[in-house]
């Protein structure tokens, strides 16, 4: 089975703080994805990366960045976090399209206060 | 970009009752549409999925329509059982943006 590992299961950080967070896939996926999740407004797309070294923006950009320097890492990173940011983290990936099924990991829940 | 709207966002049944949840997207150059359950605390998984070439997938007790014309598909679960409750989430992918676009969930509650 494909295993999409978070590296942390809560996080709780300040505002203004910098945040890492980490994704890992043990597949060889091409593509791996970090969504949002808030209630009511289910999995809205934050960057995605079809290769290593590529990222594109999805819908929602603004106020994070992404790292893919290897094949099996995805990194998703919060530059000055702000409370707004609080939520529900998944990392996702895909053989070789996002038009397969995705595997998810088990999430990062982030507070920032 | 691709936009999927999702209804009703809680619905409850009795178990044995059939369960329908449906789906509208807005780019018509979308060419697939899966689905996934989330139990509770747990990861997104797909269940069914169904390409734009298809009009109807079915597997055991669930059923996915989709309508090309009308820009919706459907998931249909019969014989609903109490595993059956979790949030379901439906999406599109447009090639054009090549990514999936989730709608905003159905929390499903089947009732013993």
């Known amino acids: 089975d494909v295993k999409v590992t978070q590296s942390s299961r809560y996080l709780v950080k300040r505002t203004g703080e910098k945040v890492f967070l980490e994704c890992v896939q043990d597949?060889?996926?091409?593509?791996m994805f970090w969504y949002r999740q808030d209630p009511g407004l289910g999995l809205r797309l934050i960057y995605f990366?079809?290769?290593?070294?590529?990222?594109e923006k999805g819908d929602i950009p603004e106020g994070y960045s992404v790292s893919r320097e290897k094949k099996e890492r995805f990194s998703l990173i919060l530059e000055s976090a702000s409370t707004n940011q609080t939520s529900m983290y998944l990392c996702?990936?895909?053989?070789?399209?996002?038009?397969?099924?995705?595997?998810f990991g088990s999430g990062t829940q982030l507070s920032v206060l | 970009g691709e936009n999927v709207e999702q209804h009703p966002s809680t619905l409850s049944v009795q178990e044995g009752d059939s369960a329908v949840i449906k789906c509208t997207y807005s780019?018509?150059?979308?060419?697939?549409f899966p689905w996934y359950k989330q139990e509770l605390g747990k990861r997104p998984q797909l269940i069914i999925d169904?390409?734009?070439?298809?009009g109807e997938k079915k597997d055991q007790r669930i059923a996915v329509t989709l309508n090309k014309t009308a820009k919706h598909f459907s998931l249909h679960i019969t014989e609903t059982q109490p595993e059956d409750s979790a949030v379901y989430f439906c999406?599109?992918?447009?090639?054009?943006?090549?990514?999936?676009?989730f709608g905003s969930g159905t929390q499903l509650t089947v009732l013993p």
């Open positions: 996702a990936s895909s053989f070789s399209a996002a038009n397969e099924k995705l595997f």
């Open positions: 597949m060889d996926h091409e593509n």
């Open positions: 990366s079809y290769d290593v070294k590529m990222k």
């Open positions: 780019d018509s150059a979308s060419n697939y």
């Open positions: 169904i390409r734009s070439n298809v």
């Open positions: 999406a599109g992918y447009s090639g054009s943006a090549r990514q999936l676009t």
